[in-house]
């Protein structure tokens, strides 16, 4: 059974930071390309970051760029979302996806909010 399980999300406030985990389970996690996805009240999911497999090449939104870094450890199958300097607008609910060829999983989310 696939599983992709998010954890580390809360409140924080405004300047601060946050990690992500995404455990992964019932598939190759090594061979997949693994992403970030948030999406915020009344918006539309958006991407936030991919990190590619093997070579770890990564991509981000522009709004993140130089604030988030994305991760992966392929041994413990769980993907990383470090979140530096935080801003109120990062509020969103944040899922992990996992894409092979036309294999797609999505994890249930975790919340983040930022405010002071």
């Known amino acids: 059974q696939v599983q992709l399980v998010e954890s580390g999300g809360g409140l924080v406030q405004p300047g601060g930071s946050l990690r992500l985990s995404c455990a992964a389970s019932?598939?190759?996690?090594?061979?997949?390309?693994m992403s970030w996805y948030r999406q915020a009240p009344g918006e539309e999911r958006e991407l936030v970051a991919t990190?590619?497999?093997?070579?770890?090449?990564?991509n981000y939104a522009d709004s993140v760029k130089g604030r988030f870094t994305i991760s992966r450890d392929n041994a413990k199958n769980t993907l990383y979302l470090q979140m530096n300097n935080l801003k109120p607008e990062d509020t969103a609910v944040y899922y992990c996806?996992?894409?092979?060829?036309?294999?797609?999983?999505w994890g249930q989310g975790t919340q983040v909010t930022v405010s002071s």
């Open positions: 996806k996992a894409v092979q060829l036309r294999r797609a999983y």
């Open positions: 019932g598939f190759t996690f090594s061979s997949y390309v």
């Open positions: 990190i590619l497999n093997p070579n770890g090449i990564t």
